[in-house]
């Protein structure tokens, strides 16, 4: 349950923002979440709940955009849409294969409201 | 005064920009910044300390119970001779685990995290202070026993070694792939208990590893006979002397560790700012 931390983190960060821009209101955060993050989207909501009253963000919705996992291939150089413990290419079955998608943790964008 | 940084807003002509709050006026802004920029900040400034010892670190994770504390006593054992070993613990309560390292004669540091299930960049941070890093080859952290959070956060350390012990399931990569895909090395431990158990497949265990596109070393060992130790202790050694080159030439590793994805993204601008509906 590292959700809360990383709530944390995610509300400073969201907050730096809104003063930045003289905000008076965090409409939206968008975050970009994958299933190799390690972090679960539902826990990360309820944390989210926690951590955001009476904050800038209080009234924000929080929208989590999953990443599909992703590799290619070192030894045949295809791309292929893979799972989560299954990184295996999908055209050559080889192992020597990177990961282009699925480990995000990014907050990806922030709309604000009330920008003075 | 430009178009560029903003410098031209005043307060009179701002409202010629944006339209006033109370409508749906929403301005966008694209960040990219990773939700684990504060650890992985503080992760790099504690290797850039360790590196400037020459220090090697090594992170140990596993689920609790898997050999993580009797592995380090018979790596001890083996190396404290020719190699200057420091131990860091991180549990939830306790000093048990840095008093059985402290029997063996090398300094420990317990760190007790109260209910937190894995050690940050931070908390390592904090017991910094209290290491003598010039006296120290080779710094082990032993993560808390878990197979989940732990994966997340760099500390600042050069290497993963995730330990499986053969009680526990030879499928355990393919349901935790973010812990075992963050492996620089792979031990299968407790081998010794293998003839009391028909479920465990050293060979099934490495195929689910391999499933996770990962090519590591997988080494079986019992930390209790002694068997297949001295494949680990070599890993071990070969690490520690690569080390020392690397930090000469002034460079230095990062473990495995789960990035956050933010190095496929960055063709897109890091800030983009856009006033979206105007009155």
Redo the contacts between chains.
Sequence with gaps: MHELSLCQDLLEQVTAIAQTHKADTVVRIIVWIGPLSGVEPLLLKSAFDLIRAGGVADQAELVLQNQAVKVVCSDCGMASEATANNLLCRHCGSGHTRLIGGDELILARVELAGVA | MCNTCGCNLTAGN?HLL?TP?KT????????????????NEQAGRNRAHFDAHGVLVINLMSSPGAGKTALLEATIQRLKANINIAVIEGDLETENDADRIRAQGVPAYQITTGT???L?AHLIAGVLPQLDLSAIDLLFIENVGNL??P???DLGHHRNVTLLSVTEGDDK???Y???F?AADLMLITKTDLLPHLDDFSVAKAAQ?Q??????VPVLPLSSRTGDGLDAWLDWLAQEVVAHKLRVQRQQTIKPRM?????K??QQTPKIR?R??ARG
Aim: a neutral charge.
């Design positions: 701002r944006f709050p749906e006026a929403v301005t966008a802004v694209s960040v990219l910044g990773s939700l684990l920029q504060h650890n937190a299930c894995h940050d989940v959070c994966a997340s956060f990569p393919a349901k792939p973010v812990m895909r689910c391999r499933a996770l596109a990962s090519q789960q990035e956050d994805g933010l496929w993204h700012f006033p979206v």
